[in-house]
């Protein structure tokens, strides 16, 4: 069994600027994952199989609606709360804060926001006991970084709406009970849709053969004349503002996971740097060496203080979609190229399993590519500093 000796890095004494719930949190969060993650998660993504056993642990650290109210069976924490839960399961696995991030922002988040208090009623308490998964449907084979172009739409028959269409990449697909689908109506207006397992037509076939987030199941959603009742579309809000709003808070999550992965590919590399020893001393001796380790505890710090102050705007309401976008592209980046190092710091032992910087690096692959990838991100904030859009 892999033990887990992580340490998290602090390097600026940012405790400090966290409260005694945010610590407590935390930490739970982190227990959670040194006691039911880490034993399970190399033999979970080397078989490509997403670790269901995983789901109840989820719902009990609060990272199945972090922030929706209690009323709903969320857990009513605020914004920095959220991002502590998903730093810590990203410390685990991206693939697991995949499935936090997609129930919460991306599946309770706009049924919470867009639907109505029925809907919210019938689905919010199940995805927060994690009773139901949910997936979210924005992407199809056509149209990844402009969803705008989306094909999928549904028509108004009286008393339904039929549905056609096609969504890939969806993570959780092939297990969800429910997917909100992004859909346009015969005007071409954007609408959300909530669509259910076993709904005549729906099919979530897998996508097999992923070198990256191979602990989560990610598959197609495939509409072929599916009718769903009108009481399932989301009335609050329409437009591809609608999901670039879930979006928001997706790629605010992300921004903290990444800061997960990169702290435990660094705790990894000091450790190992400070007990092999070659050429009689511990390579953490040697300049290069301490070169790379410094560097990653750099760049963490910085993350971490870039994060914890979008944390606070993102409490008060103030954080904008570029101050996101910024967050989520520095720091996945700034993991992945951290993973880089890393592996070269353990040598040819970083490339097999008994250590989970490869694993991260592979996973950090995906995460700098969806929710926007690394170049749209750059493109949201050329457009917020300029005020010219690239995309047009
Ligand atoms: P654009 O003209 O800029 O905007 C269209 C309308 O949307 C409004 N808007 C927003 N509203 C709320 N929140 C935001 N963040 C918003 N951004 C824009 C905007 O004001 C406008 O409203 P209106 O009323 O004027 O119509 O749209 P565009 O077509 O030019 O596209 C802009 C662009 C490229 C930035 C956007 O399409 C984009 O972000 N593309 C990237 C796609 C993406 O991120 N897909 C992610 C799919 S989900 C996923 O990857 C889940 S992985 C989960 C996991 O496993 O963890
Ligand atoms: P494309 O849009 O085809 O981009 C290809 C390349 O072109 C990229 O490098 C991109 O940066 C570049 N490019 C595109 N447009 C521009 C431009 N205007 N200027 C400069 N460069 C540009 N989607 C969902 O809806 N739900 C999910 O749950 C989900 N989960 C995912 C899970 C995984 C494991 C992965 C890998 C993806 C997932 N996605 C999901 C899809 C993800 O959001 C998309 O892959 C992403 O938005 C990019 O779309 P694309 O892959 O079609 O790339």
Redesign the pocket.
Known sequence: MTQDLFQAPDYYLLDDLLSDEHKLVRDSAREWVKRDVTPIIEDAAQNAKFPKQLLKGLAEIGAFGSFIPEEYGGANLDQISYGLIMQEIERGDS?IR?TAS?QTS?VMYPIWKYGNNEQREKYLPKLASGEFIG???????N?????SGMETKFKDMGDHYLLNGA???????PFADIAVV?AKNEKGRIHGLIVERGMEGFSTPE?HH?W??RA?A?GELIFDNVKIPKENLLPNKSGLGA?LGCLDSARYGIAWGAIGAAMDCYDTALRYAKERIQFGKPIAGFQLQQKKLTEMITEITKAQLLTWRLGVLKNEERATTAQISMAKRNNVDMALKIAREARQILGAMGITGDYSIMRHMMNL??VI????????HL?ITGMDITGIS??K
């Open positions: 693939g995949s997609v991306l997936c979210f449907g924005l992407t199809e084979p149209h990844g970084s402009n969803p969504k890939l990449w969806i993570s959780n697909s992004w996508t992923k990256s987030l989560s990610t999901p692959e995906s590519t969806y929710e926007g990838t690394h170049d749209i493109l690239a995309f």
